[in-house]
């Protein structure tokens, strides 16, 4: 007898109308696995696109539609809570909607799940496993993960990664009322508040490729956030 694993996928949009069918069809086709879709009110109409693929696919496609401010950090919040307390997933993972993600990953993070508490899919494990970005960006990222580490001591190569898997009991003990930042800055924040509580971090090689509809939605104030956050981490939080 096979027993699946007993996964939630987490996935924030912005206008990726073209980019969710071909996701959630992918994540989807495996066993075991379910998505919660966190729509910001994308003026595309992708929470409609959402919620016929919840009809297409039911009981195993969720869709969670946000009014008022929105973001990424605060979309995961939600998303993870509502992830904690509605569904009785094992393993919570996160991941981007534009497909630079690939889903063939997904059960790499879901095997280190057994060893580890978290597990990132790393860009930088091995070199620089990206594809099709300019060269500013890659520095622009290298930068970032180097800034974060000696800011804030956290081990990780890609502390930046917004593909994730969480083992529930982890998630659980993570303070999600009280994060306080966007963007990427929520996902240091989520490693930093997770290595204080003692998780262990573990990565899985991924390679990133950029996306090929839509637009990237990473502004200026958000990469300004994330030079700020590391020090009020670590000026805050360090006990
Ligand atoms: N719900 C929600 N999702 C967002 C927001 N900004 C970005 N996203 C989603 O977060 C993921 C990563 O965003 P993206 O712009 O591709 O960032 P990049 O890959 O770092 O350039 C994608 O699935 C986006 O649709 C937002 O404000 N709210
Ligand atoms: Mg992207």
């Known amino acids: 007898m096979t027993t699946h694993p007993n996964v939630l996928v987490v996935t924030p949009t912005y206008n990726e109308r073209d980019n969710l069918p071909l996701l959630a069809r992918a994540v989807l086709g495996r ?19 959402a919620d016929a693929l ?19 950090g605060r979309s995961y919040v939600d998303g993870l809570r509502h992830a904690l307390a509605s569904t009785d997933a094992e393993l919570i993972c996160q991941m ?9 990953y997904l059960p790499d993070l879901a095997a280190a799940a057994a060893t580890y508490d978290v597990v990132i899919g790393s860009r930088y494990l091995n070199g620089v496993s990206v594809v099709n970005w300019p060269l500013h960006r890659i520095f622009l990222s290298a930068f970032a993960n180097q800034y974060i580490r000696a800011v804030t001591r956290l081990t990780p190569r890609d502390c930046t990664s917004g ?36 998780c262990r971090i573990g990565e899985t090689p991924i390679i990133f490729v950029e996306r090929r509809q839509g637009q990237s939605k990473v502004s200026s104030s958000v990469l300004a956030e994330s030079l700020i956050v590391p020090w009020r981490l670590v000026l805050t939080r360090s006990s």
């Open 31 to 49: 066993e075991g696995y379910r998505m919660l879709v966190v729509d910001d009110g994308s003026p595309d109409g992708t929470g409609a696109v």
């Open 54 to 72: 919840a009809v297409e696919f039911p009981g195993r496609l969720e869709v969670m539609h946000r009014t008022g401010a929105r973001g990424l």
């Open 96 to 104: 981007d909607a534009d497909l630079s993600h690939n889903p063939d």
């Open 163 to 198: 593909y994730r898997c969480w083992r529930r009991n982890a998630l659980a003990r993570m303070p999600l009322d009280r994060m306080v930042s966007d963007g990427y800055a929520f996902l240091v924040e989520m490693l930093f508040e997770a290595s204080r509580r003692g």
